[in-house]
């Protein structure tokens, strides 16, 4: 059955064309069947014409049906912009002048000392991203290195295996309950007593200083892998959350249970219900 309004339509389109009611009967909803050429005509122009409704009235149904989603967006983009507007003279008056723009130096021919210089300030969007970004970068990149510091020290002359075996204890043991939450809080906890680091070069008294820089930069590439997949991804250490060199016995390792033997570095986990 065809809406009111197309009915409605169909009898002024008749009455206009002079079709009425030889060339439409509106009445039973039915198309004349004469072969008078403007009856024909008139025909198609009914059919043109309830065509364009019907897909009139289809976007206008869609568009009700997706009402929410419309208000949604428009609302989340209206909101963004007044933030930026809100932040953004607070930002201008806060940035040291030369965090302000880039200088860009072009030489224009090799043979000339000639140099442009072109200053290109930030948008709008580009300063708030980078205030909102810059906190978690500069604590990921804080977790990055007392990560590296540890593989180091710890492993420097161990394979890539053993260095990733230290590194995945490192992330273990922010998993542990009692423990700090963090990797530089694992890594030189206990560092301030003369007995009790967990790390011996945290309190050994020798100063942690980086001497060989293909093993630091191979130290901070590892480091970077285990975060992004939480030594979950091919683990090598089997989940422990201890370890010690071949060369000594700690009086702690009866009471683990050893999972791996890597290098020069052998290690455990607690037994099951135990946190150490």
């Not at 050994?204 to 191979?218: F, L, M, Y």
């Not at 016995?249 to 791996?260: E, I, L, T, Y």
């Amino acid at each position: 059955m065809q809406r009111p309004e197309f009915t409605a339509y169909r009898a002024v389109l008749c009455r206009m064309n002079g079709y009425w009611p030889k060339g439409c009967n509106v009445a039973n909803n039915k198309r004349s069947t004469s072969r008078d050429p403007k009856a024909s005509q008139g025909v198609n122009a009914f059919q043109t014409m309830e065509v364009n409704m019907a897909k009139t009235y289809g976007l206008l149904a869609h568009l009700r049906r997706n009402d929410r989603i419309l208000r949604a967006a428009v609302g989340g983009a209206m909101l963004y912009a007044f933030t930026i507007a809100l932040a953004v003279p607070e930002l201008n008056a806060n940035v040291l002048p030369e965090q302000t723009g880039a200088v860009t130096r072009l030489l224009l021919w090799p043979s000339t000392a000639a140099v442009v210089e072109m200053r290109r300030d930030p948008s709008p969007l580009t300063v708030v991203r980078d205030l909102v970004n810059r906190p978690a970068y500069q604590a990921y990149l804080s977790e990055k290195n007392c990560l590296a510091t540890a593989i180091y020290f710890e492993a420097r002359s161990e394979s890539l295996t053993g260095q990733r075996a230290v590194a995945e204890v490192v992330i273990a043991r922010t998993k542990v309950p009692g423990r700090p939450r963090n990797i530089c809080g694992v890594v030189y906890e206990g560092s301030k007593r003369r007995t009790g680091c967990q790390f011996s070069f945290t309190c050994d008294g020798i100063a942690d200083k980086v001497r060989d820089g293909g093993s630091w930069r191979q130290a901070q590439r590892i480091a970077a892998n285990v975060m992004r997949t939480g030594g979950k991804v091919n683990p090598v250490a089997a989940g422990a959350t201890f370890y010690h060199a071949d060369y000594v016995s700690p009086g702690w390792a009866s009471r683990m249970v050893k999972v791996a033997s890597i290098g020069t570095h052998i290690f455990y986990r607690p037994q099951r219900g135990r946190n150490l």
